[in-house]
Structure formats: C-alpha cells, structure tokens
C-alpha cells in the first residue's frame, strides 16, 4: 500500500509498475505519490459514512523523498490524519524512498520512536485510534530484525504491533517475466514464503506477546492460514486483488471458514496455539 506524505509529490517517474503475471507478481517503485496530509483528510472527512462505519481505517504515513526530516513528517501526520484512523502505521521499510529503510537500525527506531510517542498517546486518549503499528521490511538480517521487535516490545515505545512485511529488493532465480530486473519493491507470489517465514520469526522473538499483521504473497485461504498458522492476527492482501479483482476477497473468507472447522478449532487463536506447540501469550489487535 502506498504511504500518505506531508507534502505533495509525484512519485517516481513512469513507468513505476511492472506486473509479471506469469510469476503472479509485482514490481512497483512508486515512491509515495501523495496529494498530501492536508488533501488526504478532506478525502477521508469526505468519504461514505456506511463504508466507514462498517470497516477499519489504517493510515500509513510516509516520509517525502525530499525531507531531511523524517520524524517531524511523521509527527505532522500523527498529528493531522489520527484521529481519523482505527490504527497507523509508520512506513519504515519501502525500498523506494532512498533512506527510509535506514529507520529500522536500533538507534534510528529508537529515536523515532521517542519522538512520535507522546503525540501518538494524545490521539489514542482523544480519539478512536487505537494502535500505532511499524511495517517491516522482509529483508531485514536476523539481528536487526530482533533488534526491532525488542523495540517493539517496551511499553515505553507505545508500539501496538508490526505489519510484516512490505516488499522486497530480492529476486528469486526463478523469476520467468522479462521485467523480473526492474529496480523496485517486489510483491506476489514469491514472496510468500519470505514474509511468512519472517512471521514465525517475529512470533518466537516476541514470545506470542507482540500482534502482527501478516501480508506478502497471499493468493488463497491456504495462503492466509498459513500465515495464521505462522503467527499472524490479521492478513492482507494486494497483489492478488489485481489479478484476480475485488470478489476474490470474499472467496478466500468462504473457505478460510472451512479450513479452520475442518482442522477442528473454532476460531483463529485456536489454530495458532496449536501450530505453535502451544506456545501462546500474544497480544490481539482488538479494535
């Protein structure tokens, strides 16, 4: 999903999307095109009542490519688009904003962290915000990563869980699309197995305690009860909505039912308690 900027911005030059359908994948370097905070309210403000009513709103804020500042972006949306939003999310790992991915370092997420902290309390006390949430990159080393679910984890942090993951700058060698070499975030099908092996590892790192919302590669029910199964609190999905349309989301909740009955839980913490050897104590995105 495309973050929400301070200022406006055009993006990356055309073209910035490749899709490659023979490997059910993406490429995008969008670079955050964006009207703005200020545009993105009046949208939001503006928006069908019953639609908002009826579903949950997550913001994802980015960071301008111009900016050399990256936290008083994020304050300013906190500030101008939380009180809008069920949860936000700080957008930490797109690899199409030269440095953003650099905030994941220990020190860097420490001091952004620090910085958003009191301004992120102040919403949640004042409006029907609920949940501050990072989005990760799948690339992350085993270091880093544990590096930031340690982060993620101290109160002091005020952090309600981590999106994982966003796409990635690998290239699997079976990649078969011409286009599979264009510079940019992949997403689809061979990412899958990334992300929801980056699931399990955030899941033992936090010891069940820190929710995670799983994305990356989903095309099908198995797809999203394997990241259930991994760990995960919620699913999205993106990249299949393109090949196969908006209904596809309804078919995948018809038989995620069945799959879960058929293995003999009655609900989705059922299945992860169980996948996980009984591991269990984390935290639910409970809006």
Do not use: W
Request: with cysteine.
């Amino acid at each position: 999903s495309s973050g929400i900027n301070a200022e406006s911005q055009s993006g990356n030059p055309k073209p910035r999307v490749f899709r490659l359908p023979e490997d059910s994948a993406v490429i995008n370097r969008y670079g955050f095109p964006s009207k703005g905070y200020e545009v993105a309210k009046q949208n939001i403000q503006s928006s069908n009542s019953h639609f908002r009513s009826n579903s949950k709103l997550g913001i994802n804020l980015g960071v301008n490519k111009s900016s050399s500042e990256p936290l008083k972006d994020y304050i300013v949306g906190i500030e101008q688009l939380g009180s809008l939003a069920d949860y936000l999310v700080i957008n930490i790992s797109s690899p199409n904003t030269p440095g953003l991915r650099d905030l994941q370092s220990r020190a860097r997420l420490q001091e952004l962290l620090a910085g958003v902290r009191e301004h992120v309390r102040h919403i949640q006390h004042t409006s029907s915000c609920r949940f501050l949430l990072l989005k990760i990159s799948p690339d992350l080393n085993d270091d880093d990563l544990k590096e930031v679910v340690e982060l993620a984890l101290d109160p002091e942090n005020g952090v309600g869980g981590l999106i994982v993951s966003n796409t990635t700058t690998s290239r699997p060698e079976n990649l078969q699309n011409p286009q599979k070499d264009e510079k940019g975030g992949l997403s689809g099908r061979p990412l899958k197995e990334i992300s929801t092996e980056m699931i399990r590892k955030v899941y033992r790192l936090s010891d069940g305690k820190l929710p995670i919302i799983g994305v990356g590669g989903v095309d099908s029910a198995e797809d999203v009860y394997e990241k259930i199964k991994a760990g995960a609190s919620l699913v999205q999905l993106y990249t299949s909505l393109i090949f196969r349309g908006l209904g596809h989301v309804r078919r995948i909740k018809r038989e995620l039912v069945k799959l879960i009955e058929a293995d003999g839980f009655t609900n989705i913490e059922e299945a992860v308690v169980s996948t996980q050897s009984g591991h269990y104590g984390r935290g639910a995105l409970k809006f």
